[in-house]
């Protein structure tokens, strides 16, 4: 296993440098399923497409539900099928780039597997991570799986707008989130009222801009 | 990876042996993290405490959140920590058992890790497998991680009291659900409102019944 490890973060570099031959900038989106990874990825190309030429990298372990629904944006969008496996590697990207024109595109957006375990172990050539947790999953899940977010650059709170309904807990979550990852910057979120998704997307180009060594807007 | 799953099931099958020498039924609780494992096994267990003596195993990436909230109801409780790994394995289990003093139980429920993916690949000694999904993880999720539910004897609906807020369509999660699993048996359950969970438990009792070799009351 170790190996493997070792192995994937060898990958992960070579990915990186590729990208940034063509001038592109990975971004890595993790979260359980059903924490609206999808939704969120859908709000966020709908403020950032003006500005970058966007492709996307659709994980599943079966089926395409989600990659046609960005297909249907009228991005370009690979589907990306584990065939079972609980993870991306940062070999499947490798074998999923020459499906792109690279020298067409300014950022990558993968949507990982919905899993708040595995895919936190792979970096996959990214520039940055944002991981989605959503409030019906509720405000202990950043001390029952602290890697997902030690190892993210930002957190959305997402599904904000039940925040209330589900007795959630901010400051627990971002109490912790913070103990294992002092410079985490922390959204609060919904894509059913719109809240927080400005900000979100404001912080996502920033990180895009210093990728890309690109001066922020 | 093979020979690993093959081990696997030879420990998962000494596993229920061993637990069927005592008279012991193992009951395997699946579902993403924040579906709703530990509060439905917390209601399962106020209507079936009377009837078996229970024990529990919970399974954690770290921490014993879980494993308090049941230690607090005064039952037999050991804390399964995989110290990062995604899944439960059969010896796993087949370590903890000498924590229980068997004889004196009739029901072990695990609460598997948060997990949509790896632990469905992962038979633990299990008589009968519980999965649960709940309404904000959205209704594509058996679609995308068909192995949970094939695998699994029952589906309980959790958080259904958030049907109509999420438009969760339950015709296709119940025919997704019985394309992959056409014996599978499904509850509509919420701890909130307490739906279903007579049900759930009848169902369980019924299970546990079989598994022991009593006639059903």
């Not at 993790?30 to 990825?41: D, E, H, I, R």
């Amino acid at each position: 296993m170790h190996q493997v490890m070792e192995w994937n973060e060898d990958v992960s570099e070579a990915v990186k440098a590729e990208l940034a031959g063509h001038g592109v900038c990975l971004v890595n989106i993790l979260g359980s399923p059903g924490a609206g990874k999808t939704s969120t990825l859908v709000e966020l190309i709908a403020r950032l497409r003006e500005r970058y030429r966007i492709g996307v990298i659709e994980g599943d372990i079966t089926g395409q539900i989600d990659a046609d629904t960005i297909h249907a944006l009228g991005l370009p969008v690979v589907q990306l099928d584990t065939d079972g496996a609980c993870h991306i590697e940062a070999m499947s990207i490798q074998h999923i780039l020459p499906h792109f024109h690279l020298d067409e595109l300014d950022v990558l957006f993968v949507e990982n597997i919905g899993n708040l375990v595995c895919p936190a172990e792979f970096n996959i050539g990214e520039s940055f991570r944002l991981a989605i947790l959503s409030i019906p999953e509720g405000d202990d899940k950043v001390e029952k799986y602290p890697l997902m977010f030690s190892t993210s650059d930002a957190l959305a709170l997402n599904k904000y707008d039940l925040k209330e309904y589900f007795g959630f807990d901010d400051s627990r979550v971002e109490r912790s989130a913070r103990s294992v990852n002092k410079d985490i910057t922390i959204f609060h979120t919904s894509s059913r009222t719109g809240q927080g998704l400005e900000e979100l997307s404001g912080w996502v180009a920033q990180r895009i801009d210093a990728a890309l060594g690109r001066a922020s807007q």
